[in-house]
Nanobody, 125 residues
């Protein structure tokens, strides 16, 4: 059983930056694909970024060139550096872990078995 705990959310002005972190425990972190998803009020949860066990990265078009996902297998953490934030980025952000697989599956929620509790990101205009 894998436990995921997100941190780093908060309130930031448009154009600002935040760095989210997700600490994993209870499994072999290096063998998991990791992802970040978000859910805004009244909207479905959506893919933001993912990184495979081997380090291949994928991003949603809406965050490409602004967000960067990275992982530290020695520390069992995955991070999401978010730059040039805008109000449309306001959401609860969730960290997720899934079994080792192709990068083609990173965007698919049902490929992730474990989820964190989420951290709120609010961007003011």
């Amino acid at each position: 059983q894998v436990q995921l705990v997100e941190s780093g959310g908060g309130l930031v002005q448009a154009g600002g930056s935040l760095r989210l972190s997700c600490a994993a425990s209870g499994g072999t972190f290096s063998s998991y694909n990791m992802g970040w998803f978000r859910q805004a009020p009244g909207r479905e949860r959506e893919f933001v970024a993912g990184i495979t066990w081997s380090g291949i990265r994928k991003y949603a078009d809406s965050v490409k060139d602004r967000f960067t996902i990275s992982r530290d297998n020695a520390k069992n953490t995955v991070s999401l550096q978010m730059n040039s934030l805008n109000p449309e980025d306001t959401a609860v952000y969730y960290c997720a872990a899934g079994a080792k697989s192709s990068s083609s599956y990173l965007r698919l929620m049902d490929k992730y078995n474990y989820w964190g509790q989420g951290t709120q990101v609010s961007v003011s205009s």
